[in-house]
């Protein structure tokens, strides 16, 4: 076969042009449709135009929804460039910088300070030269025209443009208006209320709960019962038309309640609404308490000594657990999805701080790996960050078990609710002295703390929980380990 002209001289330049689609089978069969496109080759020239980009609500952390704008480091009509704080966003824990992708000029701020919006909303708009900075300030004042009216500032920062795909999805910013009852994945109920649903043979999944999170509460029950609130009788069998007057009853219970005089309405925090939805969460946990009195005085004596170094109790006791855990490895499992749990890799020790409007947990990862010293000063760094709201999102999602101690404001003892995804959390009381017999009747004063653990009872038994406190009392009271 006779060699195409087109193949042997021909030559296929990507410089600066993209070269339109080739016809290679046609090049062997017409040798005059070959030379054609030699000598008038079509050329389509790559031109880049400029775009104006979006500057959107990213994830923080893996339970974060919204965020609040705390402030605008930058303001309209300023120059940035890649890698660039643009604003400070306040997640459910911590405030952070977030940064521009691209180089440009900040055209409009679409969510002002003190504003909400939800994940991957657009916050801002970025164009790239200065003839685009009226387009997009156009294309921002008309997305919020176009937008529903809403009294949640979130509401208003929703954008049509979805963010790019390494954010967090939210699924339920697509949603215009959230009904004023939420319908979880699950049934959520109060014990009384399925105590109630199952006396008045109430199908519980049929439902709508009006409580947090649309959680279904007695007075819920009630109403699908068609029970009237002042009657405490059994209605034999519920009929359609009458289980909805009841409703409108059970309502104002709850919400025509005057308030007294004086008082002031406060709504959540991002902070607060998130310790809030935890708490709620927890609920669904099956959870025991075990306690155990542990003598302190070589606990007391060897904080004296490591004291001036920069020791504090707090890292004492969590070197001390996270050495009882390493022998009780299931005590540091968590279960997650209900049908399976997870020895967990690492000893990650969160440690319950309180804040200024909110509580957080910052964690010591690979707690038993450290040297006390190393650990202590790891602690006061992350108690500094924690109080200024700069944690990272890995510096307090990511413990394995939870020590909240009390014992400094002087509590003897208390319960902690089990944080969700952690097997176990501890609380800690003050150390008192207490009078104590030994085998021989002789009586001692001894300073004696009480330690109450609570477990998820799913993946942690008793025997487990006796062993692990036992071992914890052991290093306690003879802390010498603590410092090798």
Request: a neutral charge; glycine letters at 6%.
């Amino acid at each position: 076969m006779a060699s195409s002209p087109f193949l042997s001289k021909t030559t296929i330049s990507f410089s600066s042009s993209i070269s339109t689609s080739l016809p290679w089978r046609s090049s062997h069969s017409s040798p005059s449709f070959s030379t054609a496109f030699r000598t008038k080759p079509r050329r389509r020239t790559l031109t880049v135009q400029s775009k104006i980009r979006e500057i959107f609500m990213p994830a923080l952390s893996s339970t974060m929804t919204e965020g609040k704008i705390v402030s605008w480091v930058k303001s309209e009509g300023d120059v940035l460039s890649k890698g660039e704080s643009v604003v400070v966003v306040e997640s459910d824990k911590a405030d952070m910088d977030v940064e521009t992708f691209y180089d440009g000029i900040l055209a409009a701020i679409v969510v002002g300070e003190g504003e909400t919006a939800p994940v991957g909303a657009a916050i801002g708009l970025l164009a790239e030269t200065e003839e685009e900075v009226p387009e997009a300030k156009a294309k921002a004042k008309s997305a919020s025209s176009d937008s529903p009216a809403s009294s949640s500032p979130a509401a208003e920062a929703v954008t049509p443009t979805p963010p790019p795909a390494t954010s967090t999805p939210a699924p339920a910013i697509a949603q215009p208006s959230p009904p004023a009852t939420y319908t979880p994945k699950k049934t959520v109920a109060t014990p009384f209320a399925k105590k109630l649903a199952k006396q008045h043979k109430v199908d519980i999944a049929s439902v709508v709960g009006s409580g947090p999170f649309g959680r279904i509460t007695p007075a819920d029950v009630e109403a699908a019962a068609g029970i009237a609130q002042p009657k405490k009788t059994v209605a034999a069998e519920p009929t359609p038309v009458s289980a909805a007057p009841p409703k409108p009853s059970a309502a104002p219970s709850a919400s025509s309640a005057p308030l007294l005089p004086g008082s002031t309405v406060v709504p959540f925090t991002t902070m607060q609404a998130a310790v809030s939805k935890n708490m709620l969460e927890s609920l669904s946990v099956p959870t025991f308490r075990v306690g155990y009195p542990i003598s302190t005085d070589a606990l007391d004596a060897l904080y004296e000594k490591v004291k001036p170094k920069g020791v504090t109790m707090t890292a004492l006791l969590a070197k001390a657990a996270a050495l009882a855990l390493a022998q009780h490895p299931v005590v540091n499992a968590s279960c997650k999805d209900g049908k399976s749990f997870t020895y967990n890799s690492s000893i990650n020790i969160a440690v319950a701080v309180a804040i200024n409007g909110g509580l957080i947990t910052p964690v010591l990862q690979d707690a038993d790996k450290l040297d006390l010293y190393l650990l202590s000063q790891k602690w006061k760094e992350l108690v500094e960050k924690a109080r200024a709201k700069q944690l990272q999102p890995h510096e307090y999602s990511s413990g394995t078990f939870t020590l909240s101690n009390l014992g400094m404001f002087g509590v003897d003892r208390f319960d902690a609710i089990l944080p969700p995804g952690q097997g176990a959390i501890m609380a800690v009381g003050a150390s008192k002295p207490t009078v104590v017999a030994d085998a021989d009747g002789f009586f001692s004063v001894k300073s004696k703390m009480l330690v109450n653990v609570t477990a998820d009872h799913r993946i942690v038994y008793g025997a487990d929980l006796a062993a692990f406190l036992k071992t914890f009392a052991k290093i306690v009271e003879n802390p010498e380990s603590l410092t090798l």
